[in-house]
């Protein structure tokens, strides 16, 4: 791992320590969310690169044991695929639900929850498109817009409105 990695992984695992309620599941989407590119505009022999703090935040979560898992609407999943396994992390995920889709995630969520058993409330998503974070929302899934990737402030967002609403969740 990289000198810049391991700090923000050192980083995230701090402001993942600082809450109590944490998530069963992160749910991430790939375009523009953890790597900053669409991957049909490229080929599958081509080099992926993610956010520079995607992957320490993504060690992070897993060195917490927190389950992470993917809901992309690519329409080349396969190109999708071949780059999660080129950066080395597809094995960090235990569902990946790339396909294309009209339902803006609900389809995908639909396909995670059946994998995994997970409640709604207990997952938490990152994805860069407002109508994906609406839709998701409504599903009772804490959700979080990024304008620039997954990065440490993200998650410390991501972490605190999850920590919010399971905190109004239980109460009520």
């Known amino acids: 791992m990289a000198e810049e990695e391991a700090k923000v992984k050192n980083e995230a ?13 992160v749910v991430f989407d790939l375009d523009y969310t953890l790597w900053p590119f669409y991957c049909e505009c490229y080929y599958e022999d ?3 690169y993610l956010f520079p703090q995607a992957r320490g935040i993504l060690y ?7 389950d992470m898992a993917i809901a992309s609407r690519s329409p080349t999943a396969k190109i999708a695929k ?3 396994n080129k950066l080395g992390i597809h094995s960090m995920f235990v569902a990946q639900e790339i396909f294309s889709s009209w339902t803006h995630k609900t389809d995908h969520f639909q396909r995670i929850h059946r994998k995994t058993g997970i409640p ?4 938490l998503f990152f994805d ?12 009772g899934v804490t959700s979080i817009l990024v304008d620039n990737g997954v990065n440490l402030a ?4 991501g972490l605190s ?7 109004s969740s239980s109460s009520s």
């Open 13 to 25: 695992l701090q402001i993942i320590s600082s809450f109590e309620n944490l998530p069963r599941l």
């Open 46 to 48: 081509d080099m992926p």
């Open 60 to 66: 992070a979560l897993k060195e917490k044991g927190i």
């Open 82 to 84: 071949t780059f999660l």
């Open 120 to 123: 709604y409330s207990s997952m």
């Open 128 to 139: 860069d498109e407002d109508r994906n974070i609406g839709a998701v929302s409504k599903m």
């Open 154 to 157: 993200a998650l410390r967002k």
């Open 161 to 167: 409105t999850f920590s919010q609403n399971s905190c």
